[in-house]
């Protein structure tokens, strides 16, 4: 990493260019307020450091989203305000285009202006910056007190409240009728496991947990067929037993606020997790009830309404504040059937390892990391809030399912019912972000859309560390983000950022957003005349019939294991959920660039063979692994991209 003088100066510099970019189109460069921000932003970035871009300008913003959003005055502090006004001084010409002295938003705000203020004072909000040991010890400790303070019990709730719990638990119920726990394909995802295990040794399962055996015997959920039980009977026999297992928190990088919590799940409980989340977000996202409305692999559904809802329209966004961690074990208890809950037990972990080595028992029902988190506090939140609108508008199931919205955390009801949403959600143990609860005239955010009258005012945010050795994700990130401020017409920053990479590594151009390699996208030059002039190998591809330059791009570091046995042939199996059949005919293009008539041979003769030994499995499977998108013992190691080298189109 730069040393920290130095990384501050190209920082004052990206701001200082993009202040250019904006404020330059509302001022003239020697007027009297562009200076004085212009030395505003230099003395204090020296002054404060980093925090300046990290801290205080995000402050700025989310007290101007905070007015937005409920409709009341602007209450700013760290900045020297105008003379009898609220605004202030500090982008005063952008702010007052926004505010009338008073701090109220005016009736013709402009959303342009809009976009570009909050540009300026959100760019740097998520740089990941490394954190200190204190904001890491005060995170685990939030984390430790949150689950200390759950105290939710059906048993404290009034008559009106349990009966909106009542009408929930039948929601899901029927939302959950007839699906069956125990039908489940287990995998595992890409995240570390508490246990330790990477790569092929994440399917060779060492330890038998009693909790899970309850519901998932090890013999029917972690072998393939009886084949494969009768092969390896002795490593069964000396499995280590543990009554169940225990999660161990971790912590990552967020952004400039500090860490983010996750907690790794034990081999096993991930193992099952991922089966059963798999079963639930398909179930979710088919049925009458939840289609459309409970949604995890499409963000645009929320986004729209969002967008929707800016004009001044009829609905709201509402954010929930720790979301994960204040779903109670209780919560879900009281709203799951038992079968479901039985399940979803057997493959908790109840105990979490905090950094400093201390063991708490659970009180939420699955902290962040765990793969059934996601869709059980989606599918929570929606049934509540549904079970809300009946109540307190008497309305039936069909018409008040109309009106929600959930994507994890992020909720969209109609106005009339956000009141009621926000008073009665906190009952269940659950808190709302007050800040981030859109509800006044013309601002709303949902699923990354900011949106203000039918404008979309998301800012574009850095987040990679600036590098001068510009590894391969900081290269990609930063070449992505000067093609992205070019796009938006920040020209001065995209030159600006242009230019310091070419100095470390000479980066083609290319006319249009292809997907090959990574390139500076400008679309006002000659791509082969940009690139003789940068000095960049260029040549006509005579088999293909285009143009090509010297180029680089971002690949994954592969490791490769002599491994072609059984736990092999399990992970090919449990990735035939990439493939799965359920899929929208829309969505086919992300599948394998196979026929779907040969992958329901396939998947056919896989069923099979399901008593059959191991070479004729791995007949079948093993040497068909690229029909998988897989290939035999090699897998991706998490993290570890590279730069390499080689012939990108350019034309």
């Known amino acids: 990493m730069e040393t920290q003088n130095s990384l501050l100066d190209f920082y004052i510099e990206v701001y200082c260019h993009l202040h250019s970019d904006v404020a330059g189109a509302y001022a003239s460069t020697g007027s009297v307020e562009y200076v004085r921000d212009r030395r505003e932003i230099v003395n204090r970035a020296r002054s404060e450091g980093l925090g300046f871009f990290t801290k205080s300008l995000p402050k700025l913003g989310k007290a101007l989203d905070r007015a937005l959003a409920s409709g009341e005055c602007l209450q700013c502090s760290g900045f020297k305000l105008k003379r009898n006004t609220q605004l202030p001084e500090f982008l005063g010409t952008l702010f007052k285009h926004i505010f009338d002295d008073t701090g109220r938003e005016r009736s013709d705000a402009c959303p342009k202006v809009l976009g570009q203020l909050r540009q300026l004072l959100f760019v740097l909000y998520k740089l990941e910056l490394p954190y200190n040991e204190e904001t890491a010890k005060r995170t685990v400790q939030q984390f430790a007190k949150v689950d200390e303070e759950l105290d939710f019990h059906p048993s404290n709730l009034d008559d009106g409240t349990t009966s909106i719990l009542q009408t929930a638990r039948g929601i899901i119920s029927r939302v959950l009728s007839g699906l069956c726990s125990r039908d ?16 092929v040794q994440k399917r060779r399962f060492t330890r038998l947990d009693l909790s899970i055996e309850t519901w998932y015997p090890f013999t029917e959920y972690f072998r ?96 929930m504040k720790e979301a994960s961690d204040r779903v109670s074990l209780n919560l879900v208890a009281s709203l799951f059937p038992r079968e479901w809950l039985e399940a979803l037990l057997a493959s908790r972990s109840y105990e979490t390892m905090l950094p400093d080595g201390t063991v708490i028992h659970l009180k939420k029902f699955a902290p962040m990391g765990s793969a059934v988190c996601f869709p059980v506090e989606a599918l929570i939140f929606w049934a509540l809030t549904v079970s809300i609108v009946m109540h307190t508008r008497g309305l039936s199931l069909a018409r008040a399912r109309r009106t929600v919205y959930v994507y994890g955390d992020d909720i969209i009801c109609s106005c009339d019912d956000q009141a009621a949403v926000r008073e009665y959600l906190p009952k269940f143990g659950l808190l709302l972000n007050e800040d981030k609860c859109c509800t006044g005239r013309f601002y ?54 242009e230019n310091r990479i070419q100095k470390i590594r000479p980066t083609p151009y290319t006319n249009g957003d292809l997907p090959l390699g990574i390139s500076f996208v400008r679309a006002h030059v000659i791509a082969r005349k940009q690139n003789r002039e940068a000095n960049i190998p260029t040549r006509f591809n005579m088999k293909l019939q285009r143009w090509e330059a010297r180029g680089w791009s971002n690949t994954p570091t592969y490791q490769r294991y002599a491994s072609k046995d059984w736990d092999e042939l399990l992970r090919v199996v449990s990735n035939q959920k990439s493939w799965d059949p359920f899929r929208k005919e829309e969505e086919q293009h992300l599948l394998p660039s196979v026929q779907k008539t040969e992958r329901r041979l396939v998947a056919a003769r896989a069923a099979q063979l399901r008593g059959a030994t191991f070479l004729e499995i791995q007949e079948a499977l093993i040497g068909k692994t690229q029909t998988f998108g897989l290939e035999a013992g090699v897998y991706a190691m998490p993290h570890r991209n590279r730069l390499k080298r080689g012939w990108i189109p350019v034309a």
């Open 224 to 319: 393939f067929n009886m084949t494969h039980v009768a092969d390896t009977v002795q490593d069964i026999q000396s499995l280590e037993l543990v009554t169940a297992g225990t999660a161990k928190v971790v912590l990552v990088p967020k952004d400039s606020r500090g860490p983010r919590i996750i907690s790794c799940e034990p081999l096993s409980n991930q193992w099952i997790q991922q089966g059963q989340k798999d079963v639930i977000v398909r179930r979710l996202e088919s049925h009458t009830l939840t289609r459309g409305h409970v949604n995890f692999t499409d963000q645009n559904v929320n986004r729209d309404l969002a967008m929707s809802g800016s004009r001044g329209g009829t609905v709201c966004t509402l954010d």
């Open 444 to 497: 709303r955010e949902s699923c990354g859309c900011d949106a203000y009258k039918g404008v979309d005012v998301t800012p574009m945010k850095i987040s990679s560390v600036w590098c001068s050795r510009l590894r391969a994700g900081t290269y990609d990130s930063y070449v992505a983000y000067s093609n992205a401020a070019y796009l938006r017409g920040y020209f001065a920053l995209s030159e600006f950022l």
């Open 184 to 199: 489940i394909c287990p995998s595992h995802g890409p995240g570390a496991v508490a246990t330790g295990e990477r790569g």
